[in-house]
């Protein structure tokens, strides 16, 4: 197995899913200046500035996680080249990291907040506070779209680092 194709190919979708958090960021933005534009209500007024947050939040994860596995992917090749048997442990150990915290975050903690902020909306009447947990919602629901393909990937890329050192 080619462990140096296999990261490279990981590194690609991991920037091309940093170029959906960016799209949806943008959208979520354009989103919120249509609600300053257009909105007329107490709730579409109240969603303007939680919904530009969390467009700028997706913008700029997805221009960090863009520019990081872009980082990653140049480095493979010279780090391959240099220690292959380094580069190997290195990423098994930043990968296992990388599973733990994909399952804990996007697959048990997200869910949960997304529930509570589900529960705001629907039980408090004061339009602040529901634009804030629809906000949240819409921020939460693309990380853990977005993280559980991500974690897919990452654990294909895992098993694949595996077959390699052993």
Same mark, same amino acid.
């Given at each position: 197995?080619?462990?140096?194709?296999?990261?490279?190919?990981?590194?690609?979708?991991?920037?091309?899913?940093?170029?959906?958090?960016?799209?949806?960021?943008?959208?979520?933005?354009?989103?919120?200046?249509?609600?300053?534009?257009?909105?007329?209500?107490?709730?579409?007024?109240?969603?303007?500035?939680?919904?530009?947050?969390?467009?700028?939040?997706?913008?700029?994860?997805?221009?960090?996680?863009?520019?990081?596995?872009?980082?990653?992917?140049?480095?493979?090749?010279?780090?391959?080249?240099?220690?292959?048997?380094?580069?190997?442990?290195?990423?098994?150990?930043? !990968?296992? &990291?990388? #599973?733990?915290?994909?399952?804990? /975050?996007? @697959?048990? %903690?997200?869910? =949960?907040?997304?529930?509570? +902020? $589900?529960?705001?909306?629907?039980?408090?009447?004061?339009? !602040?506070? &529901?634009? #804030?947990?629809?906000?949240?919602? /819409?921020? @939460?629901? %693309?990380?853990? =779209?977005?993280?559980?393909? +991500? $974690?897919?990937?990452?654990?294909?890329?895992?098993?694949?680092?595996?077959?390699?050192?052993?």
């Amino acid at each position: 197995m080619d462990i140096l194709k296999a990261a490279t190919v990981w590194a690609k979708a991991e920037m091309v899913s940093s170029i959906f958090f960016m799209f949806i960021g943008g959208v979520y933005i354009l989103s919120a200046i249509g609600f300053w534009q257009l909105g007329n209500n107490a709730l579409t007024k109240a969603l303007i500035i939680p919904i530009m947050i969390v467009g700028a939040l997706l913008l700029g994860a997805g221009i960090s996680f863009y520019n990081s596995s872009k980082s990653l992917l140049s480095s493979f090749e010279t780090e391959y080249k240099t220690n292959p048997s380094s580069l190997i442990k290195s990423e098994l150990d930043r !990968t296992t &990291r990388t #599973i733990k915290t994909y399952e804990k /975050a996007a @697959l048990k %903690v997200f869910p =949960l907040i997304i529930i509570i +902020a $589900l529960l705001m909306v629907v039980f408090i009447s004061k339009p !602040t506070i &529901r634009a #804030i947990g629809i906000a949240i919602i /819409a921020f @939460l629901i %693309v990380l853990v =779209l977005l993280d559980s393909l +991500a $974690l897919k990937r990452m654990k294909t890329y895992h098993q694949q680092l595996e077959l390699v050192e052993g």
